[in-house]
């Protein structure tokens, strides 16, 4: 009996090893073909534009083409579901926020992915904060005036969101302002921000990406940043906390993941892609440029974060009222 135990550790240990030294093997020779990044969201939006900064970043390292492709819709439960059905071997990667990893599971009775038994951590990317942005025709000229506009007419005043960050960030201001918006679903935030540069809905809270550059080009009016100072991008525009709604701040996150089972090698060597790429000028820039700071962190990081975001996430959804749909 001793004989046979110890022969089966024998034969358990040999292909641990094996195992081992097959998946050193496949990570020396990683990537050898092609690798495609899911996006929860539409062309134009801050993930899709970190996608394709670090898919030009692997590329140059590597030799190998980036595929970014858009899965809007279901706020991201598309692209997260065909992520976690993917093969778990470094070539389908998943580039993604807050939505899908932390609030979705607060937001849905049921999801066709599980947050956090069906991906493996790569790493945090970045993290920033939103603009408050209303039509140039609104009535409101700070966030104390929007406030006192939403309360004469509850219900009445609409927002668009095309995210959980851009939906929270409105819950989270209506409850600590005891204000009542209506809430738009979009697949996307660049929809929402065109109709609300349209006129079709009346306020969003929404990242810097999208709606900067209509408020540059005079299309929305910012009334607020969501961040605890000013931002450099908008140093005219204040807090919504200063503006109206003191201790209000609303954030949001992006990071890498690839599909649960991918080999701990694989995973090291995209961590060391991922950090390059949040080194290099052009990630720094693009972050800077839309309200972001570059935050790279190590997978093993990540999973503790996303753990107590997830918590945090949640409360913030209950505080708020919010029924899972």
Do not use: C
Request: charged content about 15%; proline content about 7%.
């Amino acid at each position: 009996m001793k004989f046979k135990q110890l022969g089966a550790i024998a034969i358990a240990l040999s292909s641990l090893a094996a195992a081992l030294v097959s998946g050193q093997a496949s990570a020396q020779a990683y990537p050898s073909r092609p690798i495609t990044i899911m996006v929860g969201s539409t062309p134009g939006s801050t993930t899709d534009g970190l996608a394709r900064a670090l898919g030009a970043v692997i590329t140059k390292e590597t030799g190998q083409p980036v595929i970014v492709d858009n899965r809007a819709g279901a706020s991201g439960g598309i692209a997260a579901q065909a992520t976690a059905r993917a093969a778990p071997d470094g070539y389908t990667l998943f580039i993604t926020t807050n939505t899908t990893q932390a609030a979705n599971p607060h937001l849905f009775k049921k999801l066709v992915y599980d947050p956090i038994k069906d991906f493996t951590p790569i790493g945090q990317m970045v993290q920033g904060y939103m603009l408050m942005v209303v039509s140039p025709t609104s009535k409101a000229k700070t966030v104390g005036e929007f406030i006192a506009l939403a309360k004469q007419s509850p219900g009445k005043l609409s927002f668009g969101a095309g995210s959980s960050s851009a939906r929270i960030g409105v819950e989270l201001f209506q409850h600590m302002s005891g204000t009542q918006l209506t809430y738009v679903p979009y697949k996307g935030n660049p929809q929402a921000v065109m109709d609300l540069v349209g006129g079709q809905t009346d306020v969003m809270i929404v990242d810097l990406t999208t709606s900067l550059p209509q408020v540059k080009a005079g299309k929305l009016r910012a009334l607020g940043v969501s961040s605890p100072t000013r931002s450099p991008l908008v140093p005219g525009v204040p807090t919504i906390a200063e503006s109206g709604l003191p201790g209000y701040v609303a954030n949001h996150w992006n990071a890498l993941y690839a599909p649960a089972g991918t080999p701990t090698p694989i995973v090291q060597r995209l961590n060391e892609l991922m950090r390059k790429a949040m080194a290099t000028d052009a990630l720094r820039e693009f972050a800077e440029q839309n309200g972001m700071e570059t935050h790279p962190t190590s997978p093993q990081e990540l999973a503790a974060f996303q753990l107590a975001e997830l918590d945090r996430w949640g409360k913030i959804i209950k505080d708020a009222g919010i029924q899972p749909e």
